[in-house]
C-alpha cells in the first residue's frame, strides 16, 4: 500500500477559520488520510490511500466559497 500524495492549490482562504474548514471538508473526502492546509502558501497537502478525483476536491473547496486553482499528484 502506497500513500498518494497530493497538492491542491486555492484561492480565497483569509484566516485560520478558513484553513479549518477546508482541513474538514477535505478529511472527509473518500480515502483522504491527511490533509495539511497552508494559509500563507494557499496550498493543501492531501496524503491519501488511493486516487483522488480532482472534481471531488474541486467540489468540496468551491462549496465552501474558495476557488480551486489546480491539483497535482506528489510522487
Known amino acids: 500500500f502506497s500513500m498518494k500524495n497530493y497538492i491542491v492549490n486555492i484561492s480565497g482562504m483569509q484566516c485560520a ?3 479549518g474548514s477546508v482541513k474538514k471538508a ?3 473526502l473518500d480515502g483522504v488520510e491527511q490533509v ?3 494559509l ?3 496550498m493543501a ?3 491519501a490511500d488511493g486516487p483522488i478525483a480532482a472534481s471531488e476536491v474541486s467540489d468540496a473547496i468551491e ?3 474558495f476557488e480551486f486553482v489546480s491539483m497535482e499528484e506528489k510522487a
Do not use: A, Q, R
Request: net charge neutral.
Open 17 to 19: 477559520h478558513c484553513v
Open 26 to 28: 477535505l478529511s472527509c
Open 63 to 65: 462549496d465552501l466559497g
Open 36 to 38: 495539511e492546509v497552508d
Open 40 to 42: 500563507k502558501k494557499g
Open 45 to 47: 497537502k492531501i496524503g
